[in-house]
Every structure is written in C-alpha cells, then in structure tokens.
T-cell receptor, first 112, second 113 residues
Framework: DSGVTQTPKHLITATGQRVTLRCSPR?????VYWYQQSLDQGLQFLIH???????AKGNILERFSAQQFPDLHSELNLSSLELGDSALYFC???????????FGEGSRLTVL | AQSVTQPDIHITVSEGASLELRCNYS??????LFWYVQSPGQGLQLLLK??????LVQGIKGFEAEFKRSQSSFNLRKPSVHWSDAAEYFC???????????FGTGTRLQVFP
C-alpha cells in the first residue's frame, strides 16, 4: 500500500460526458502528479501540482483540467470525453525528492 | 529532448535465471535515473534511483542497476529471478531543472517455472 488513494477505481461512461477523478496523497506529501497510461501512448505525464499551485504541464488536453485543494487532495476533470480517452489514470504523490513518486492504484476509465 | 529508451518490449526468463533489462537515456548532463515496477493491476513502485556517485545502485527486492555514462545506459539486473518478479518494468528520467518524471515504454517480464 503506497498510501495514495484514488477514486473511483473503475468508471464507465459515454462519449461527450464529464468525469472527475480524485486523489488523496500520502500524508505529508505536498506534490501530486497525474499520469495517463494507455496501450498506444504508454505512461504520459499530464500535470504536477505542488501545495496547491500548478508546477508543470505535460501532454494534457485542453478538455482536461486539474486542481489541488488546500487539504492537498487533487482532482482531475475530464470533459467532452472521447473513445480515445479510455485509459488508466494514475495519481502519484512525492515528498519532494525528484523522481521519487508514490503511485496510487489508478482509476480505469472506459468511454463507450 | 531528454528521454529514455527501453529496447526490449517483452522478455521471458526461467525462474532462477539471471535478468538484465536495458535502458538507454538521452541527456547532456548527469541524469537522475529511476527504475519502477508495475505488477498486474497495481500502481508503479520505485525499485531504485541514481543521482550521482557510485554507479552501481542497489534497490529493493534484490534488484540493482549500473549507470554507464560511456554507453548512456542504466540497465537493471537481478542475479536470480523469482516468479513474483513477473511484471512490467519502467525506466524513467527526471527532466533537467523540472520535477517532470518521464517514463520509457516499459519491458514486460514473464517468468517461467
């Protein structure tokens, strides 16, 4: 158990819909990262937040947005969903050492 | 651009055999390099890391990796593989002057009894 909690574990929805994925980081970790894992794209870095502020953006679509709240939990919002958005979305937290991430078990999104 | 390449998509070994998973990096300076493992249905777990210093680094679960600047490589090794090592292994690099951790495409390890 990494200490990072992601909900929901599985989500099935239809094209055009909007979903929110939630992440609770390990106690004390200020950094939260979001990654997308799919068969064709592999593990793609989406976005990084540190103590409520956006620190870095990766290959995140404009239809996607994220935020980190004062209690340090984070949400990833995916809107106008397309079939190609079906993937495993991981959240990871870090105590601050570069590259040392603790991953949740992921949220599997299926868009039908 | 800084990146890591894992040339082997799938590797099969027998239990008890030695293992080496390849990783090549593209980077100007000394990179921060990592190996992560993803067991089926699980998130990723850090196996080991290299920042500087001793080029042979030890990790968890009996894994080690060697940084070779001359070959731009950071290969993961284990002297004797156990069936529970079957998983996907990812090499990763931190992009210089950022906190971005970029992953390779992964190597799936299958272990036969």
């Amino acid at each position: 158990d990494s200490g990072v909690t992601q909900t929901p574990k599985h989500l099935i929805t239809a094209t055009g819909q909007r979903v929110t994925l939630r992440c609770s980081p390990r106690s004390g970790d200020l950094s939260v990262y979001w990654y997308q894992q799919s068969l064709d794209q592999g593990l793609q870095f989406l976005i990084h937040y540190y103590n409520g502020e956006e620190r870095a953006k990766g290959n995140i679509l404009e239809r996607f947005s994220a935020q980190q709240f004062p209690d340090l939990h984070s949400e990833l919002n995916l809107s106008s969903l397309e079939l190609g958005d079906s993937a495993l979305y991981f959240c990871a937290s870090s105590p601050g050492d570069p590259g040392e991430l603790f991953f949740g078990e992921g949220s599997r999104l299926t868009v039908l | 651009a800084q990146s890591v390449t894992q040339p082997d998509i799938h590797i099969t070994v027998s239990e008890g055999a030695s293992l080496e998973l390849r990783c090549n990096y593209s980077y100007g300076a000394t990179p921060y390099l990592f190996w992560y493992v993803q067991s089926p249905g699980q998130g990723l777990q850090l196996l080991l890391k290299y920042f500087s210093g001793d080029t042979l680094v030890q990790g968890i679960k009996g894994f080690e990796a060697e940084f070779k600047r001359s070959q731009s490589s950071f290969n993961l090794r284990k002297p004797s593989v156990h069936w529970s090592d079957a998983a996907e292994y990812f090499c990763a690099v931190v992009i210089y002057n950022t906190d971005k951790l970029i992953f390779g495409t992964g190597t799936r390890l299958q272990v036969f009894p």
